[in-house]
């Protein structure tokens, strides 16, 4: 008998990402999509998925729906991946990021406890929880200090989830990863907003690209690497937490430096500073050490922040060209 997984934002990039590396191993792949206006699949059809998904209407906001799917999908295994994941985004809509990304974890879990205690669970929390860094390098003790309501609401998902692990013995895990990206990342986020604009300056259809702060430092990794470790922790035997990181930082500055460069231009020449991309409260530098999950999932990041961007850049010359 194959195993089910119930995927929570199986339309955003780590779903579409984890959905595959599920279904290329023999799981039955129940995801639950919220209702838009217009299409959001074009990630699980760009990875060949689209059809092979049982897809269930619901909203992390509403617990009835949550409750539904849980009980419609009899999961083994549930990733709660939905979100507002946008942090410039959760200053402008606070509330809704405090509901879907804070409340709408302790939706899945009620919805867990009541009608599927068994069921292993992964909770998408997140590097941004450390914001003001505490220490240099950032593991699973250090203490965090969030700067954004995205930060403040994550917290709260994944102290939810530690807390009914240890009340209700539930086999919760919470994943604390940095920042990873893929030629699917949204266009709103920083590398694919500069893969995107190499790709248009490089084929003449855009002359600059109007940034924030290039001086804040991230720890890039690539996306289809990191759903692994997601899968990984919900194999052990005791549910834990675990830091998803490459242990490099780089500049936001450097990092453009590198796509540029990839089709022989000079990021200077086109990159503006525009205020409007700064943030009421900046997270200036985050660098993860991944040494639990290394040594206890036997996790580790393969892929470069150069040979990402390149993938990126070229994924997105293919793209431009074709438009
Ligand atoms: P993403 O591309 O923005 O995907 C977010 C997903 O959540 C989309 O499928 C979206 O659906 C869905 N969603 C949004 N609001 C929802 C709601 N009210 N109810 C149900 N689903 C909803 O994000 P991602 O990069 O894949 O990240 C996945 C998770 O990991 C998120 O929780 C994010 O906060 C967390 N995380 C990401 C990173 C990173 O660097 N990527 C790092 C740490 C943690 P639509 O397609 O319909 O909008
Ligand atoms: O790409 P970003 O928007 O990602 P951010 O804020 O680090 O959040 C991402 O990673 C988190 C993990 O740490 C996730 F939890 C979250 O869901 C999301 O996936 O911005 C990265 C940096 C920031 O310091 C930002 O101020 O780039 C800086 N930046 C400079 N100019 C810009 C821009 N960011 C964006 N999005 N757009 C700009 O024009």
Known sequence: MSKRALVTGVTGQDGAYLAKLLLDKGYE????????SSDTRWR?????IESRINYLEGDLADACSIQRAVIKAKPHEIYNLGAQSFVGSSWDQPVTTGIVDGLGVTHLLEAIRQFSPEARF???STSEMFGLIQAEKQDESTPFYPRSPYGVAKLYGHWITINYRESFNLHASSGILFNHESPLRGIEFVTRKVTDAVARIKLGKQRELRLGNIDAKRDWGFAGDYVEAMWLMLQQDKADDYVVATGVTT??????QLAFAHVGLDYQE???IDPQFFRPAEVEVLLGNPGKAERQLGWR?????ESLIQMMVEADLRRVGRE
């Open 270 to 272: 086109h990159v503006v």
């Open 301 to 305: 990041p393969t892929t470069s922040l």
């Open 251 to 256: 500049t936001v500055r450097d990092m453009c």
């Open 122 to 124: 992964y909770q998408a």
């Open 29 to 36: 792949v129940y995801g639950l999509v919220a209702r838009r």
């Open 44 to 48: 699980l059809r760009e990875l060949g």
